[in-house]
C-alpha cells in the first residue's frame, strides 16, 4: 500500500484538529487529506457514491479498497507509527463492537463535540 | 599467597570467563536474529550486535571490577570458597538478567519491524476506481 486518501468533513472543528494532530504524526503509510464533496474528492473517485462520506469517514487506498467509518478510524490509525499496534488492538473481536460504539458515537455528535470543545472557530 | 589474594584471582577468572562466554554466545545467535530485523541487511546487523556486545562487556566487567572487594578476611579455604560463591552467583544473576535484558531488545526491534509490514486489521467495505490527481 503507498498510500490513504481521507475524506474529512472540513466544516467540523473537531475533524479540523484531528487533521492538524494528524499532520505532526510519523506515519507508516502517507495520508492524504481531502476535504469530502470537495471537487478533488470527486475527481479522484468518479465512481465512488459521495453522500455517506458526508455522513463517516471515508478511507480509500491507492489501490481502490473503501473503510467507511470505525473501520476507516482504524485504517487511520494503522497508518501511524505510533498507533499501528492499537489499531489490531482495537481491531480484535472482543473490542470491535466497542470501537464500533465509540466511534459513531464521536461521529454522529461530532458537531456537538467541537462546539462544547470550542473548537468550531 | 594469602586466602584472600587466590580468592580474588580466581573470582576474576571465573568471572571473566563467564562474561566472555555469554558474549560470544550473544554474539553468535544475536546476529541471525538482526539479520531478520534489518531486513537482510547484514552490514548494519553486525554493526548493531558489535554494539551490543560491547555495551554488553561494559556493564559486566564493570559491575565484576566494583564487586570485587571482599571487605573482611578470610581465615581458611572454606571461608575462601563460601565468599567466592557468592561473589560468582552475583556474578552469574548480573549476567543472566543482563542476557534476558538484551533478548528483550532483540524482541523489541523484531517486533518494530515486524510492525512496519503488517496487513491492515480490517477488511475494505467496498472498491471504487482511483483517479490518480
Redesign the interface.
Known amino acids: 500500500m503507498l498510500s490513504l486518501t481521507v475524506l474529512y468533513d472540513p466544516l467540523c472543528g473537531l475533524c479540523r484538529r484531528v487533521h492538524e494532530w494528524l499532520e505532526e504524526q510519523p506515519k507508516f503509510v502517507p495520508l492524504i487529506l481531502v476535504p469530502v464533496k470537495s471537487d478533488e474528492a470527486q475527481r479522484c473517485f468518479p465512481h465512488l457514491d459521495h453522500d455517506p462520506t458526508s455522513n463517516d469517514l471515508t478511507v480509500i487506498t491507492n489501490e481502490g479498497a473503501v473503510y467507511f467509518g470505525p473501520k476507516a478510524w482504524l485504517m487511520v490509525l494503522w497508518a501511524l507509527c505510533r498507533y499501528r499496534e492499537w489499531s489490531y488492538r482495537l481491531a480484535s473481536p472482543e473490542l470491535l463492537p466497542t470501537t464500533r460504539r465509540v466511534v459513531s458515537l464521536i461521529s454522529r455528535h461530532r458537531y456537538q463535540i467541537s462546539r462544547i470543545a470550542d473548537l468550531a472557530r | 599467597m594469602p586466602v584472600e589474594i587466590i580468592t580474588y584471582l580466581v573470582y576474576l577468572a571465573i568471572s571473566i570467563a563467564l562474561t566472555i562466554w555469554v558474549a560470544h554466545t550473544l554474539h553468535q545467535n544475536g546476529r541471525v536474529f538482526l539479520v531478520d530485523v534489518f531486513h537482510g541487511n547484514e552490514p548494519l546487523a553486525d554493526s548493531v550486535n558489535h554494539l551490543l556486545v560491547v555495551g554488553f562487556y561494559l556493564i559486566n566487567l564493570g559491575y565484576v571490577s566494583l564487586a570485587l572487594k571482599l571487605g573482611y578476611n578470610l581465615a581458611s579455604a572454606q571461608e575462601g570458597i563460601e565468599a567466592l560463591s557468592v561473589k560468582v552467583g552475583m556474578v552469574l544473576l548480573v549476567l543472566g538478567a543482563m542476557h534476558f535484558f538484551n533478548l528483550f531488545i532483540f524482541s523489541r526491534m523484531r517486533r518494530r519491524a515486524t510492525?512496519?509490514n503488517?496487513p491492515?486489521?480490517?477488511a475494505?467495505?467496498?472498491?471504487?476506481?482511483?483517479?490518480?490527481?
Open positions: 510492525l512496519r503488517a491492515p486489521p480490517v475494505p467495505d467496498a472498491f471504487t476506481a482511483v483517479r490518480e490527481a
